[in-house]
């Protein structure tokens, strides 16, 4: 009897500990606290990206206008004197509703829209690289990722980036995005993971003399979990004048393709009310998900 009650008491005992032991101190794992006791164990101090000198920056998306989102920070950090590496997967040739459209007119128009908003913003491709991959459009998924991976691992490993632009491929699991927009994500996390060891795409040391090469700062664009926001109201009338340029994308110009000069007028409105909110005081951020450290992500 004594020897059951004491078995009944452990029991008891361990089950009041069990949900602790697997749970911890804050309760059950969601999706938002794994993702956060994650980012707590990779994470190092943030510091201010935009005092950056000297360093090199690499920008990976997929279509010629995702660029957009960081393009205030990216005109920053180049005029601090950062090299800027920018790489599009796809042509981006499908994007549009304009009946009269074709993939080849549009790939050009598209690449042209990108190297215009990036001028605005003082990059350009005699000064910078600039990188076409010219996979098809929302077709990226359908591409082996073992072909890009070791793309774009290749890449990373000529060009020793510091930080890492991408396309934001979720924590502990996928989140929403379109069908280029998720291969991007992956498969750039994936090359970077790959080009800091040397056994992956061993080729690339023996036959090339790529030495493995570690990425320690990822800004991830396109993001519900942003913990890092860069102010870029220095930038900002260059930003909207940036952003103006993608007529095929953004307003009547994909229904009907009326480019490649930006609409004067709209653009006249929006930079005056920049200007009277700027002078206001109001900020102007680009919003990232930051990952600085190691790559145990
Ligand atoms: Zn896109």
Redesign the pocket.
């Known amino acids: 009897m004594k020897t059951k009650t004491t078995t009944s008491i452990l029991l008891s005992l361990l089950l009041t500990m069990l949900p602790l032991s697997i749970f911890g101190q804050t309760g059950p794992i969601t999706p938002s606290n794994q993702a956060n006791q994650n980012t707590q164990r990779t994470q190092k101090p943030m510091d201010d990206i935009t005092k950056w000198t000297n360093k090199t920056i690499m920008w990976i998306g997929?279509?010629q206008?995702?660029e957009g989102g960081s393009l205030g920070t990216l005109a920053l950090l180049k005029a601090n004197g950062n090299k800027i590496i920018m790489l599009w997967y796809t042509t981006g040739n499908k994007g549009s509703r304009d009946s009269s459209m074709t993939s080849e007119k549009l790939a050009q128009i598209r690449k042209a829209e990108s190297e215009n908003a990036c001028k605005e913003m003082g990059i350009t491709p005699a000064n910078d690289t600039f990188i076409w991959l010219g996979y098809p459009d929302g077709m990226l998924e359908y591409v082996p990722a073992l072909e890009l991976t070791e793309k774009v691992c290749r890449i990373i490993r000529q060009y020793h980036p510091d930080a890492v632009f991408s396309m934001d491929p979720g924590t502990t699991y996928t989140r929403w995005h379109k069908t280029?927009?998720r291969a991007s994500a992956f498969i750039t996390v994936d090359a970077a993971r790959a080009a800091a060891y040397f056994l992956y795409f061993p080729s690339q040391y023996t036959h090339e003399g790529l030495q493995p090469y570690t990425v320690r700062d990822f800004l991830f664009y396109s993001t519900v979990e942003p913990n890092y926001k860069v102010d870029v109201t220095s930038v900002s009338d260059k930003k909207i004048r940036s952003r103006a340029w993608y007529v095929s994308q953004f307003g009547e110009g994909n229904m009907k393709y009326v480019g490649p000069e930006p609409d004067q007028t709209s653009l006249n409105i929006k930079l005056k009310t920049n200007a009277e909110n700027t002078a206001k005081g109001e900020k102007v951020y680009e919003n990232f998900r930051r990952l600085t450290g190691s790559m145990s992500f």
Do not use: C, I
């Open positions: 997929p279509h206008d995702d280029d927009h």
